[in-house]
């Protein structure tokens, strides 16, 4: 059974740094071609993808929000870590994280958490 | 960057009704075009992946067809836990999400 889990902070302020945790179970990110994404959806707002890191390190983001991304993963652990940079109230959404593919789709989504950016 | 673009915005169907949702990309993608079904408070589902191939559990009454840049999502015998919406996605360069296509009830 695969499994993804999100954990980190429900309220960040204004300027701070996110960092957000994506637990999975189920599947090895050290598995040829698979990856494990970020995606957002403020609310009541579309789907928007933020970044990916693949079973070899190689790592993509979101072209509009690159220069705030970091993602790295411990594959020991399962898990991947993003951060966000400069976190502003228009971030506030929730992050989901999910499994990826090499030019495939999300299959597995985690159930998401909800970020608050306010002072 | 590609662009994607989703019509109708939104449409109001009946259960039992054919609904068709159009998805646009902004250059060519071949068939990198996944569709998504996303219900209020919950994670977004995968329906179809590669243009036309059904994910495994997902009932056959949805379909995809198209290349290039247009595309098509069909809902052919529309039933109640369908009031959704529905997002496509390219994968052909990194990740694009369209805008989404709210179906709800008439």
């Known amino acids: 059974q695969i499994t993804l889990k999100e954990s980190g902070p429900t309220l960040v302020k204004p300027t701070q740094t996110l960092t957000l945790t994506c637990t999975f179970s189920?599947?090895?990110?050290?598995?040829?071609?698979?990856?494990v994404g970020w995606i957002r959806q403020p609310p009541g707002k579309a789907l928007e993808w933020l970044a990916l890191?693949?079973?070899?390190?190689?790592?993509r983001y979101s072209p509009s929000l690159k220069s705030r991304l970091t993602i790295t993963k411990d594959t020991s652990k399962n898990q991947v870590v993003l951060t966000m940079t400069n976190m502003d109230p228009v971030d506030t959404a929730t992050y989901y994280c999910?499994?990826?593919?090499?030019?495939?789709?999300?299959?597995?989504w985690g159930q998401g958490t909800l970020v608050t950016v306010s002072s | 960057d590609i662009q994607m673009t989703q019509s109708p915005s939104s449409l109001s169907a009946s259960v039992g009704d054919r609904v068709t949702i159009t998805c646009r990309a902004s250059?060519?993608?071949?068939?990198?075009l996944n569709w998504y079904q996303q219900k209020p408070g919950k994670a977004p589902k995968l329906l179809i992946y590669?243009?036309?191939s059904l994910q495994s559990g997902v009932p056959s009454r949805f379909s995809g067809s198209g290349s290039g840049t247009d595309f098509t999502l069909t809902i052919s015998s529309l039933q109640p836990e369908d009031f959704a919406t529905y997002y496509c996605?390219?994968?052909?360069?990194?990740?694009?999400f369209g805008p989404g296509t709210k179906v709800d009830i008439k």
């Open positions: 590669a243009a036309s």
């Open positions: 250059q060519s993608i071949s068939s990198y």
């Open positions: 189920g599947f090895s990110l050290s598995t040829s071609g698979v990856g």
């Open positions: 996605q390219q994968s052909y360069s990194t990740f694009t």
């Open positions: 999910a499994r990826g593919w090499l030019r495939l789709p999300f299959d597995y």
């Open positions: 890191i693949y079973w070899d390190d190689d790592k």
